[in-house]
């Protein structure tokens, strides 16, 4: 996909990923301050910091984390006025869970101070499915309760996690002791497994997301569940990410394919001769013959689709679909990069092994998901005017003079309160565990049932109220305003567009689940706060335990 003319979110980011020149990140006022721990060679702090300078912001980093010497060194010359310690982040922040303050964490809190986000990409390798040795039991799985750690230790507004989807499988249940120990410190958290490629990255890119802070606004389900997206735009491509590069023909460093060896030469040679975007079973080494799931192995990338998530394989047909589109090559660390969406003014350090290049290259967060995801929550902060958001239907600002880029910094608001007292209801409103919520679960485990709550559900972004797991059945309980009940559902007479609009939003997200749920071989129950709590849990009982038909919509 080329950038959409006239979309000024496109053009941004296109311009972006090709600006040849650092902004000066460090340079504007007023500054959020971030700390980074598995920093890595600086994915999400580059992406926020990129949020930041778009809204007219600038960007300090009072903390940073990475005990790799060569990513950290990577880390360092792309971000110099940060604080970076290279060290083990339990070393860091070496307290119990939940315990008090050690005397390294006091010293800690104390030269960091104020903090806007904290942010964390522990090692994801033992949740991964690639794992087969301590897969769901890795100790370095137990690093995710480090960030959490940090974060009682540092109190940021903002939290951001990020990790592989199958950390919802881990042993140790490391996301349930994570959302309790934040909560138990006062955060609000939203989790969601989100597809990058919704966010702008030209990947079929999975990841889990956990979200918390500590302000009231915005609602983390909705930035997790309403992501957002260049109107209707396709997922953007491998042409739009790499399509510039082909012309390279006597590159150096970043842009030198790794050498194949002899058969694996041939192989690519025949994709191309003949066309071709998967290698027939009879041209692949034995061990990738016969029956098996890895079609992308020994595959070719197409330019008019994205591309499979970029690993630190990239450079090897037999690690994944790395072959170039029309080269007969696999892709080099510099297509590798713009895939995970690196801008070109990043340095990656000539000198270091194509080994160091292709492990934070693959490892990285990509920055134009901290970009996209991160908007919202920026601007919640409200530290300047160049944060407000224009209503839909008005005309386009200018962008900030402070933005060489040009990038939009719109994003539908909400509307103030009419009064105090409207605020303060707003602000107080439970997302989970509700009066209505907790009335059915009781009469659920009446009739002994078993389940779990606020739970994420496969092919959603959302998480339902009551999950039975085994019997794949999903139960949502209603609030009648913001779902729009028919009986009981009202709408605000202040900015009585908005939040019809808002809520009929709503209405078409429900129905949207309830599609990717049923196609994914669920069944769904939905009841408004108002039904009666013993007879919607007849129904569920009778969904769980009865014949194994979609009862679709209870109302």
């Not at 590798?336 to 092994?353: E, G, K």
């Not at 689940?513 to 408004?528: E, I, N, P």
């Not at 013993?534 to 009982?541: E, P, S, Y």
Request: hydrophobic share 40%; aromatic share 6%.
């Amino acid at each position: 996909m080329r950038p959409v003319r006239g979309c000024r979110d496109c053009a941004a980011d296109a311009r972006f990923l090709r600006a040849k020149r650092r902004p000066g990140y460090e340079g504007l006022a007023p500054s959020i301050r971030i700390a980074d721990l598995f920093a890595g060679g600086g994915g999400l702090s580059l992406g926020i910091a990129e949020t930041a300078r778009r809204l007219g912001l600038g960007t300090e980093i009072p903390l940073a984390i990475e005990c790799d010497d060569d990513a950290a060194g990577i880390f360092e010359r792309n971000f110099p006025k940060a604080n970076l310690v290279r060290a083990d982040v339990s070393e860091v922040f070496d307290g119990d869970l939940g315990g008090p303050l050690t005397s390294r964490e006091k010293q800690i809190r104390a030269d960091v101070g104020e903090l806007q986000f904290l942010l964390g990409g522990p090692p994801c390798q033992g949740h991964s499915d690639l794992n087969n040795h301590t897969r769901r039991r890795d100790p370095r799985n137990a690093l995710y309760l480090r960030a959490v750690r940090a974060a009682q230790v540092l109190h940021p507004a903002f939290v951001i996690l990020e990790n592989v989807p199958t950390i919802e499988h881990d042993a140790g249940e490391v996301l349930a002791h994570a959302s309790d120990a934040l909560e138990a410190v006062g955060y609000s958290i939203a989790e969601a497994i989100l597809d990058l490629s919704v966010f702008g990255v030209p990947q079929r890119r999975k990841r889990h997301i956990l979200l918390a802070t500590l302000l009231d606004s915005p609602d983390l389900v909705e930035v997790l569940s309403e992501p957002p997206r260049c109107g209707d735009h396709e997922a953007r491509t491998v042409q739009w990410a790499i399509g510039d590069l082909a012309k390279i023909t006597r590159g150096t460093g970043l842009d030198v394919a790794s050498v194949p060896n002899r058969l694996n030469r041939a192989r690519i040679q025949w994709l191309i001769d003949h066309d071709m975007y998967d290698l027939p079973n009879n041209l692949r080494p034995r061990c990738h013959q016969g029956s098996h799931s890895y079609l992308s192995m020994y595959g070719r990338l197409r330019w008019n689709a994205p591309a499979q998530t970029i690993t630190t394989g990239f450079g090897s047909m037999g690690q994944g679909r790395f072959v170039h589109p029309s080269l007969p090559r696999t892709i080099t660390p510099h297509e590798a990069a713009r895939l995970q969406t690196f801008p070109d003014f990043f340095d990656f350090d000539s000198l270091l092994p194509r080994g160091t290049w292709a492990t934070v290259i693959g490892n990285a967060v990509p920055p134009l998901l901290a970009i996209h995801l991160t908007t919202p929550l920026v601007q919640a902060l409200k530290l300047t005017d160049s944060t407000a958001v224009r209503r839909e239907g008005s005309k386009p600002q200018r962008a900030h003079k402070a933005d060489p880029l040009g990038a939009s910094t719109s994003r539908r608001g909400v509307p103030p309160a009419s009064s105090e007292l409207i605020r303060r209801r707003m602000s107080t409103t439970k997302r989970r565990d509700t009066g209505p919520e907790l009335a059915l679960r009781a009469e659920l485990h009446r009739l002994g049932l078993r389940y779990v709550v606020d739970r994420p559900v496969d092919g959603t972004r959302g998480r339902a109220d009551v999950v039975f797991v085994s019997a794949r059945v999903a139960v949502y309980v209603d609030g009648c305003f913001w779902h729009g009940c028919p009986d009981h559902g009202t709408v605000p007479k202040q900015s009585r567009e908005w939040w019809v609009a808002k809520i009929e939003a709503n209405r078409r997200r429900d129905a949207d689940t309830d599609a990717r749920l049923r196609a994914a071989g669920w069944r769904v129950l939905r009841f408004w706060e108002h039904d009666d709590p013993t007879a919607a849990a007849r129904k569920v009982l009778k969904a769980v335990r009865g014949p194994t038909r979609d009862l679709a919509r209870t109302r």
